[in-house]
């Protein structure tokens, strides 16, 4: 096998979440038993990612590096092509192909839409009126990382019937969870779904299992539905499966509007700013 596949994790402080990642790489690996696969980390790993590459490039004379990441943000944007141009001068003879990360195209909002029909039937099917979503994101200095989760809200909105499809994050910018709580009870919901836009477990996901415990308890009238991170979904899986086998192919912004995916054979001729 000349090709091998480096599955690129955050890295977490919690063991739990990078176990997770590993467990995942076998699932992917047993499903591509013909594919050479290595794990690395950015950060918080016991393999970092300039051993990584060295691993991968020693299994073949091709490594594709697949960032497992949702947010395309300063990790994405400047450390992983940093180490890949090191990898490359200590291995003149290995070609090197950076794919996208997971990211948040039409596969992620597919797999939001099935999180939050789950969530609203064990909510028994409310009101879709009275029912508001919260999608929550990570949070990142980055105004185009936070923009993917803003988004994804917006397409959700388009796709469902509810009157309030907001976004919060977990830390490092604005709006905090509390706060859009806070907005959608004023504003009348009396029901709220809450669904994490996180891969894996982690420190921030233990956070926000204590956040909405002690907002059920702050807003007992209130009836809450909190939703689990993505782990090993199957459409995890496609996405990582879409990105080895497109390479550095990078999906175009419009890619879930519903005017290219309902024009399958057209070109793409309409303007998002001005439609009728």
Request: glycine share 10%; aromatic share 2%.
């Given at each position: 096998m000349n090709q091998t596949v480096l599955l690129v994790g955050h890295g977490s402080r919690q063991n739990d979440g990078n176990e997770e990642i590993l467990r995942f790489a076998e699932t992917w690996r047993a499903r591509h038993e013909d594919t050479n696969v290595e794990v690395c980390f950015i950060e918080h790993g016991k393999v970092l990612?300039?051993?990584?590459?060295?691993?991968?490039?020693?299994?073949?004379?091709?490594?594709?590096?697949?960032?497992?990441?949702?947010?395309?943000?300063?990790?994405?944007?400047?450390?992983?092509?940093?180490?890949?141009?090191?990898?490359?001068?200590?291995?003149?003879?290995?070609?090197?192909?950076?794919?996208?990360?997971?990211?948040?195209?039409?596969?992620?909002?597919?797999?939001?839409?099935?999180?939050?029909?789950?969530?609203?039937?064990?909510?028994?099917?409310?009101?879709?009126?009275?029912?508001?979503?919260?999608?929550?994101?990570?949070?990142?200095?980055?105004?185009?990382?936070?923009?993917?989760?803003?988004?994804?809200?917006?397409?959700?909105?388009?796709?469902?019937?509810h009157d309030l499809v907001d976004i919060a994050f977990t830390g490092i910018t604005l709006p905090r969870l509390e706060t859009v709580v806070q907005r959608q009870v004023k504003l009348g919901m009396t029901q709220i779904v809450i669904q994490p836009i996180y891969l894996f477990t982690g420190v921030l996901i233990e956070r926000i299992e204590k956040q909405v415990e002690r907002l059920r308890q702050t807003y007992p009238h209130i009836a809450f539905a909190l939703g689990g991170y993505f782990g090993f979904d199957e459409g995890v899986h496609k996405v990582v499966d879409a990105r080895v086998l497109g390479h550095a192919e990078s999906a175009l912004d419009c890619d879930g509007c519903k005017y290219r995916l309902a024009a399958t054979h057209d070109h793409h001729h309409h303007d998002h700013a001005h439609t009728s």
């Open positions: 990612m300039s051993e990584g590459l060295d691993k991968a490039a020693a299994r073949g004379k091709q490594v594709i590096v697949v960032p497992l990441i949702l947010n395309a943000a300063g990790h994405v944007k400047m450390d992983i092509p940093q180490a890949v141009d090191a990898a490359r001068t200590r291995h003149p003879g290995i070609k090197f192909v950076s794919t996208p990360p997971i990211g948040m195209g039409r596969e992620i909002h597919a797999l939001l839409r099935q999180r939050i029909d789950q969530l609203l039937k064990e909510l028994a099917a409310p009101d879709p009126r009275t029912t508001g979503l919260i999608l929550l994101g990570r949070g990142s200095s980055d105004a185009g990382a936070n923009g993917e989760i803003t988004k994804m809200a917006r397409w959700v909105f388009e796709d469902m019937q």
